[in-house]
């Protein structure tokens, strides 16, 4: 039993370190802009909620690599719609967050 234990308290912090969320080719052109004021000269094409494990059964995962997956798959997301800029519409709380996506391009 103590084995068992030692084992998963060894892979709970690992497991949370890893990024689980993989870029799509073409989502790598879209941006991510600042939160504020709508960006000039774009249209808004929606608004996109994500959401990732930010706890994995008693540890948090960082938090760095939590919002770097929520924008990797807002991003993922923005493509369909279709979009090109997205805008955090908040912080992220309890691993997920909204964004608005927006067509800047032509």
Same mark, same amino acid.
């Given at each position: 039993?103590? $084995? $068992?234990?030692?084992?998963? !308290?060894? !892979?709970?912090?690992?497991?949370?370190? #890893?990024?689980?969320?993989?870029? /799509?080719?073409?989502?790598?052109?879209?941006?991510?802009?600042?939160? *504020?004021?709508? +960006? &000039?000269? #774009?249209? /808004?094409?929606? %608004?996109?909620?994500?959401?990732?494990?930010?706890?994995?059964?008693?540890? @948090?995962?960082?938090?760095?690599?939590?919002?770097? @997956?929520? @924008?990797? !798959?807002? $991003?993922? %997301? &923005?493509?369909?719609? +279709?979009?090109?800029?997205?805008?955090?519409?908040?912080? +992220?709380?309890?691993?997920?967050? $909204?964004?608005?996506?927006?067509? #800047? *391009?032509?």
């Amino acid at each position: 039993m103590s $084995r $068992r234990l030692s084992v998963l !308290l060894l !892979l709970v912090p690992s497991l949370a370190a #890893c990024t689980w969320v993989p870029i /799509k080719p073409e989502a790598k052109q879209v941006r991510v802009v600042p939160a *504020g004021a709508a +960006p &000039a000269g #774009c249209v /808004k094409q929606g %608004e996109i909620e994500v959401a990732v494990k930010h706890s994995v059964a008693f540890y @948090e995962r960082n938090q760095v690599k939590v919002r770097d @997956e929520l @924008e990797t !798959l807002a $991003r993922n %997301e &923005a493509v369909a719609l +279709p979009a090109d800029t997205l805008q955090p519409l908040g912080e +992220p709380s309890g691993g997920s967050q $909204r964004f608005a996506a927006w067509r #800047c *391009g032509s």
